[in-house]
């Protein structure tokens, strides 16, 4: 009876470890967000904006981004913030999505645009390749465990 008790405490201890690492790892090893001056100089001029939104039907507690989205010619930017995780990514749609079936439908008709690594606040590069006119949807995605994150029409 004691073994399994000793097994089944520490058995839990380490996934707990292990959610907690999941969780706070990429906070503690993220880069430093844009100042407030590369903010304003990617928010300036903006071809497009949205808004990402707390309340869409697969956004939660652990899964969420609230704020304003600039799409200009060079870059993409959030004044704003994201729940924390590992391996977001930033997509463009062809339509939008708010829920992880809806993405992993259109999954192969968006374009992925570049890694979000900070939580509050980001401005990624926008390839001179993608024109975001062709989408009508940003999106954050969570590659590693597939979850969505958020979304915003801009369009």
């Known amino acids: ?3 399994w008790f000793w097994l089944i405490t520490h058995l839990g201890t380490l996934v707990l470890g292990f959610g907690f690492g999941v969780y706070f790892l990429p906070i503690l090893t ?3 967000a ?3 001056s590369e903010l304003n100089t990617a928010s300036a001029s903006p071809r497009f904006t949205g808004v990402f939104r707390r309340d869409l039907k ?3 507690a652990l899964h969420w981004g609230q704020g304003q989205v600039f799409i200009g010619a ?3 930017a959030l004044q ?3 729940s924390p995780g590992p391996d977001y990514k930033l997509y463009l749609s062809p339509a939008f999505v708010e829920t992880e079936a809806d993405f992993k439908r259109l999954k192969s008709q968006m374009v992925q645009v570049a890694d979000v690594k900070t939580f509050q606040n980001f401005v ?3 390839p001179a390749t993608i024109d975001p006119a062709q989408y009508k949807a940003v999106v954050i995605w969570c590659e590693s465990f597939n979850e969505f994150i958020t979304a915003a029409p801009y369009q």
């Open 30 to 32: 993220a880069p430093p």
């Open 74 to 76: 060079h870059t993409i």
């Open 124 to 126: 990624v590069p926008l």
């Open 1 to 3: 009876m004691k073994s």
């Open 58 to 60: 697969d956004s939660d």
């Open 34 to 36: 844009p100042t407030h």
């Open 80 to 82: 704003g913030a994201l």
